[in-house]
């Protein structure tokens, strides 16, 4: 862990993502950590998604966040009436 040898950082980020996830006080939750984390050790990102510096992810971990986005998640913005635009369609 980045500089926390006691370890309490990563016991309050563990206890505000538990609350995240269980408090139902959000309409949803993207949940990026269980998307990328070593089941082996919470603690650490999988390695084949770890950048190298056991912080950031590499281009796949980016993609493994990209899908836990639902495409439902975005609405079309409505198109003026005589703007002359086209609505873009939904993705799939």
Known sequence: MYDDPQGYREAARR?????????HQFDGVLDFDAAVRDPADPRQILLSLDSGDHLHLNPA????????????????????HGSGL????LAS
């Open 15 to 23: 206890a505000v993502s538990q609350w995240i996830r269980t408090s």
């Open 86 to 89: 086209k609505a873009a369609p």
């Open 61 to 80: 971990g980016y993609q493994i966040l990209a899908a836990t986005v639902p495409a439902s998640l975005f609405h079309p913005a409505p198109v003026p």
